[in-house]
């Protein structure tokens, strides 16, 4: 909720915001950005594929840091961001061995369309 307020400030110019806040959490304010749009890719790509949730996680792992994100910034003495990038990091792992069947090592298809 509070970052709805945050953009709300920023988007109409008025300076109750404190920007000592935002100069301290900017590299979260960018993870959070950051990892929000890998997961809206994640889910684009999931849609147009054949792969379950299962095979191809990814996106639950990308919305799992932004979700961190925000819970580091409402409470930041408890960095939630260590234990949500090791779950990342395994769906990423998931993810990648459901998309090398397709492709070698030099990204070549291994199963053409002929």
Do not use: R
């Not at 909720?1 to 960018?30: A, C, D, Q, R």
């Not at 639950?60 to 840091?65: N, V």
């Not at 932004?66 to 990423?92: E, G």
């Amino acid at each position: 909720m509070y970052i709805v307020y945050v953009l709300y400030l920023l988007m109409t110019g008025k300076n109750h915001l404190n920007m000592s806040y935002l100069k301290k959490n900017e590299s979260l304010f960018i993870k959070l950005f950051a990892f929000f749009a890998l997961g809206v890719a994640g889910y684009i790509d999931l849609v147009h594929s054949k792969n379950t949730i299962l095979e191809d996680p990814f996106l639950l792992g990308a919305f799992s840091m932004s979700i961190a994100c925000v819970l580091t910034l409402i409470n930041p003495k408890i960095y939630y961001i260590h234990t949500a990038m090791f779950f990342f990091i395994l769906t990423k792992l998931i993810s990648q061995y459901t998309h090398s069947k397709h492709y070698d090592f030099w990204g070549h298809p291994v199963h053409p369309l002929h």
